[in-house]
């Protein structure tokens, strides 16, 4: 964090250099084109060169203003000040800088209204044209700023995908060898003429050859149907380990109609709820899903173990990764939210796919 405002204090006192420096060069030249063409002391002209620096300050100021913050008020009030410049002008050169002892006008020619007016239109004509260079340069450096802040996020984001690839991989290590070994296990209970054993096992095995195929695909978005394929295998093995089809109450509403979800999202959030909750037939797990055409929503729900409380308010790792393969899925809005009253969890997933 220092080192941020190191740098940042750095880069504007450099700004502010430049911008004394190109001050500087405009008051010369200005005296200087005063002496030579008009034959003008060059002191005297130095007020007056000072005076319209800032008048351009006042109006990049208004510029700026409006250009960050879109409150047409600024413009009201670059508006006024380009009217009200000549007014201004006439203010500073003969009441203003006469006060101070700096008389830029002959005594014995007289005030000529016109004539004062066209050069406060010319003079103003110099600093609109200013102006408009620096919007332009404004409007280029915020659009570069925000290709620069683009590309930061694209690379935070690709780093997030890179971790969560590489935690979601960290838990299936040696996945090869865990499938191998759950098929030799499912033929040897097969031969054996155990059910149980080889159609949980069969579940294992699906739920493996989905997780490593989207991990190794590297892809941010999967089909609702395959993943709901992979939920009806979860809720299967659950029913077959705890030997009671009523230990989980799954109902789905709607069709798939073309919505996608990040891989192992789903999975994900009834691991949470089996890791920290009850499920036996008094304690169920309840698992509602709705589909339509640009909606999707998931609502998981169990009775938690007093154990687990404090470990549910917390969160874990699993509900960080969901969210994190949600915020990489993309071109869709998301809402996770986890509910928790008296011994009952509930995490609620909404996806809206209307933008």
């Not at 050169?93 to 066209?118: C, M, N, Q, T």
């Not at 340069?137 to 590309?151: C, G, H, N, Q, S």
């Not at 095995?205 to 695909?217: I, N, P, R, T, V």
């Not at 055409?293 to 009775?303: D, K, R």
Request: glycine residues 4%; contains cysteine; proline residues 3%.
């Amino acid at each position: 964090m220092d080192t941020v405002r190191i740098e940042s204090t750095k880069g504007f006192r450099i700004s502010l250099l430049w911008q004394l420096l190109l001050i500087m060069v405009y008051i010369v030249a200005f005296a200087i084109n005063n002496f030579l063409n008009y034959h003008k002391n060059a002191w005297e002209s130095i007020p007056v060169a000072c005076c319209l620096v800032a008048v351009f300050y006042l109006l990049a100021t208004f510029v700026k203003a409006f250009l960050e913050g879109g409150n047409r008020r600024f413009l009201f009030s670059l508006g006024s000040s380009i009217i009200a410049f000549p007014a201004v002008a006439w203010l500073v050169v003969y009441v203003l800088l006469p006060a101070v002892g700096i008389v830029l006008y002959k005594a014995d020619i007289p005030f000529r209204p016109v004539e004062f007016l066209s050069k406060s239109i010319s003079t103003l004509s110099t600093l609109l044209l200013a102006l408009v260079i620096y919007t332009f340069a404004l409007l280029y450096v915020r659009k570069v700023k925000k290709i620069l802040l683009l590309e930061k996020r694209i690379r935070q984001k690709a780093e997030e995908l890179n971790q969560l690839k590489s935690k979601v991989l960290h838990s299936f290590l040696q996945s090869h060898f865990f499938r191998n070994s759950l098929h030799s296990i499912s033929s040897r209970a097969v031969v054996a003429n155990e059910p149980f054993i080889s159609t949980l096992l069969n579940h294992l095995h699906f739920a493996l050859d989905y997780s490593c195929y989207y991990l190794k695909s590297g892809a941010t978005r999967v089909s609702i149907e395959r993943e709901l394929h992979f939920v009806k295998h979860m809720v299967s093995s659950i029913r077959l380990y705890y030997d009671d089809p009523d230990t989980v109450v799954y109902s789905e509403r709607g069709e798939p109609a073309g919505q996608y979800i990040a891989p192992l999202s789903l999975p994900t959030l009834i691991e949470n709820i089996l890791t920290h909750g009850l499920v036996n037939r008094t304690h169920p797990i309840y698992i509602e899903c709705i589909m339509e055409e640009n909606l999707f929503a998931f609502a998981c729900t169990n009775s938690v173990a007093r154990e687990h409380k404090k470990q549910h308010r917390q969160g874990g790792d699993g509900l960080h990764m969901v969210e994190q393969g949600l915020e990489l899925m993309g071109a869709a809005r998301y809402s996770l939210q986890c509910t928790e009253m008296g011994d009952t969890f509930t995490v609620r997933l909404t996806i809206n796919y209307d933008e």
